[in-house]
Nanobody, 115 residues
Framework: QVQLVESGGGLVQPGGSLRLSCAAS????????MAWYRQAPGKQRELVAS???????NYADSVKGRFTISRDNAKNTVYLQMNSLKPEDTAVYSC?????????WGKGTLVTVSS
């Protein structure tokens, strides 16, 4: 069993920044890929960014150059630094991992970008 808990969401003005965190706990030996997804109201969930245990990152085109994903393997924690936020970034952001053949999701944290 893996538990994922996100934090760091909130209300921010356009152009502002937020840093999301997601801590994984449970009987974990090592996690390969950790990822952030988001789901805006009325839209499908989409991949925002992912990162392997060796630090290889991938980003959605819509966030390249503005968001940075990172992780602390010792803490089983993944971060998402979000800069130059836009109203269209408003969504519930959830982290996810695949571990021993199962996919786990956090409950998500709401990010609202509005003036």
């Amino acid at each position: 069993q893996v538990q994922l808990v996100e934090s760091g969401g909130g209300l921010v003005q356009p152009g502002g920044s937020l840093r999301l965190s997601c801590a994984a706990s449970g009987s974990i030996f090592s996690i390969n890929v950790m990822a952030w997804y988001r789901q805006a109201p009325g839209k499908q969930r989409e991949l925002v960014a992912s990162i392997t245990s060796s630090g290889i990152a991938n980003y959605a085109d819509s966030v390249k150059g503005r968001f940075t994903i990172s992780r602390d393997n010792a803490k089983n924690t993944v971060y998402l630094q979000m800069n130059s936020l836009k109203p269209e970034d408003t969504a519930v952001y959830s982290c996810t991992v695949a571990y021993q053949g199962l996919r786990y999701w956090g409950k998500g944290t709401l990010v609202t970008v509005s003036s």
